[in-house]
């Protein structure tokens, strides 16, 4: 299994709502990230988690609230967002410890705030 | 200046012709580096990992000049499935930071 599976694939939230978005991956990797991307722009890091622990946040704003149950899931909880959050967003593993290695990404949730 | 910088694009390209994306880091202390690529409204997808030694994949061929922080991506014998964004990705020591160039768009056609 070389997936990583995001769900759901489009989502459209009020500003007043919370929704999570999910991820998953069973290849075994201990590095998991979330990725925001605007249209025509490249995927822009926003927190890194490895073993679990939560490694990077490039100072993303509150209102996005990252969680890693497990070595297999990834979430980020979305609350009060604005209308300048709606963008792809990608969930990313890779393996740790291990040179030259890539990250696998899912395909991504197309989230719009209303 | 930022970290990963590429050729602004886009590259408007007949099919069967030679392309060449070049693209610069600022941190020598960046450890491995890729080419990804994506198609419009989807995931970016590996291409091909960047050695020092160079490296090549059927049409395409990497190279990196870590002395001059430089990644190249060439692309042979163009075909218009080869029309898509290409992003240099370079992955800070420990590999947990993963940085990505702008893209370049190519357009590939008939």
């Known amino acids: 299994d070389t997936e990583v599976t995001q769900t759901p694939k489009h989502l459209v939230m009020g500003m007043t709502n919370k929704k999570s978005l999910k991820c998953e991956q069973h290849?075994?990797?201990?590095?998991m990230y979330w990725y925001k991307q605007k249209a025509k722009k490249p995927p822009e890091l926003m927190f890194v988690?490895?073993?679990?622990?939560?490694?990077i946040n490039e100072s993303v704003p509150s209102r996005f609230s990252p969680e890693c149950p497990n070595s297999s899931l990834l979430n980020l909880h979305l609350h009060a967002l604005q209308p300048e959050d709606s963008a792809l967003y990608l969930c990313?593993?890779?393996?740790?410890?291990?040179?030259?290695?890539?990250?696998?990404f899912g395909q991504g949730t197309r989230l719009t705030v209303v | 200046r930022k970290e990963v910088e590429q050729d602004p694009g886009p590259f408007n390209v007949p099919e069967g012709a030679t392309v060449a994306f070049n693209c610069t880091y600022s941190?020598?202390?960046?450890?491995?580096f890729f080419w990804y690529r994506q198609d419009c409204r989807k995931e970016p997808k590996l291409l091909m990992s960047?050695?020092?030694s160079g490296n090549e994949d059927g049409r395409f061929t990497a190279q990196l000049n870590r002395a001059s922080q430089y990644i190249s991506l060439l692309i042979r014998d163009s075909k218009l499935s080869d029309s898509a964004t290409y992003l240099c990705?370079?992955?800070?020591?420990?590999?947990?930071?993963?940085?990505f160039g702008a893209g370049t768009r190519l357009f590939v056609k008939a």
């Open positions: 990313a593993s890779s393996p740790l410890g291990q040179a030259n290695t890539e990250a696998f």
């Open positions: 290849m075994g990797h201990r590095a």
């Open positions: 988690y490895s073993y679990e622990k939560l490694s």
């Open positions: 941190n020598s202390a960046s450890q491995s």
């Open positions: 960047v050695y020092s």
């Open positions: 990705v370079v992955n800070k020591a420990g590999g947990f930071k993963t940085i």
